[in-house]
């Protein structure tokens, strides 16, 4: 198993073309493992919210905050 300076060195002796397809494949296998699934799901979500024609403003979410002053603290 080659260790991290190894790995380093390799990619430093690619060429420029190289090490930008690297680049590419490893922002694609982080994109699948994380950034894809919240992506996906996100465009997923509007799709759906397009197709059923739901809409929300500031209106929708005015009333939301808790104003009271919350529980009583005894220092």
Request: glycine share 6%; no cysteine; hydrophobic share 35%.
């Amino acid at each position: 198993m080659m260790v991290f300076q190894e790995i380093v060195d390799s990619v430093r002796a690619l060429s420029v073309e190289e090490q930008d397809n690297l680049i590419e494949l490893i922002r694609q296998q982080r994109e699948r493992q994380n950034g894809g699934k919240f992506w996906e799901g996100f465009q997923k979500m509007r799709a759906t919210l397009e197709r059923e024609e739901i809409s929300f403003d500031d209106n929708d979410f005015a009333d939301l905050r808790d104003r009271s002053p919350g529980r009583e603290v005894n220092l």
